[in-house]
C-alpha cells in the first residue's frame, strides 16, 4: 500500500508540472531581453536598463508585443496584432502585411531563438534584437 501511495504521489506530482513557456526556446511567446553581444549599443548599459520585449498570444498565430526601453527614460512600445509567418528555422514578424522583424536560431547557439524587430518610421525608429530571459 506505501509503494502504491507513493507511486500516486510521484505521477500526481509530475502531472501537475507546467513548463513555463519564457524556458523554452521553441516557444515564441516570453520575455527576450537584450545584451552587449548582441546588440552593442547596449554595451554601457547596466543589466537592469537593457531593453526588454514581452510577447503574449493575442488569438491563434497572433500576438502582442510590448517592447521596453529604460535609456533617455523608461517608456513602453505597443505592438497589436503581430502575426508570424514562415518556415520553422526563421519565421518573420508582420504588422499590417510589413514585415516589422524575424524570429529564428540563433548564429552563436543553436539552442536558443533569436527576435528581431526593426521599424523605421518618420517619427520613430526602433531596433531589438535578443533571446529569451
Not at 520575455?31 to 543589466?47: E, H, K, R, V, W
Not at 521596453?68 to 503581430?82: M, N
Not at 504588422?95 to 527576435?115: C, E, H, M, Q, Y
Request: proline residues 6%; positive net charge; aromatic residues 10%.
Amino acid at each position: 500500500m506505501f509503494k502504491f501511495i507513493c507511486l500516486l504521489g510521484i505521477f500526481v506530482g509530475l502531472l501537475s508540472c507546467t513548463r513555463d513557456s519564457n524556458s523554452d526556446p521553441n516557444v515564441f511567446e516570453g520575455i527576450y531581453i537584450t545584451n552587449p553581444g548582441l546588440d552593442f549599443s547596449c554595451a554601457l548599459l547596466p543589466a537592469d536598463k537593457l531593453p526588454t520585449l514581452s510577447i503574449s498570444p493575442f488569438g491563434i498565430n497572433r500576438y502582442s508585443l510590448v517592447l521596453t526601453t529604460y535609456i533617455p527614460e523608461k517608456s513602453t512600445t505597443l505592438f497589436s496584432d503581430i502575426t508570424l509567418v514562415g518556415q520553422q528555422d526563421k519565421q518573420l514578424l508582420t504588422l499590417n502585411g510589413s514585415t516589422i522583424g524575424s524570429w529564428g536560431k540563433s548564429p552563436f547557439d543553436d539552442a536558443k531563438r533569436l527576435v528581431r524587430l526593426q521599424i523605421n518610421n518618420p517619427d520613430k525608429q526602433i531596433y531589438f534584437i535578443g533571446q529569451k530571459k
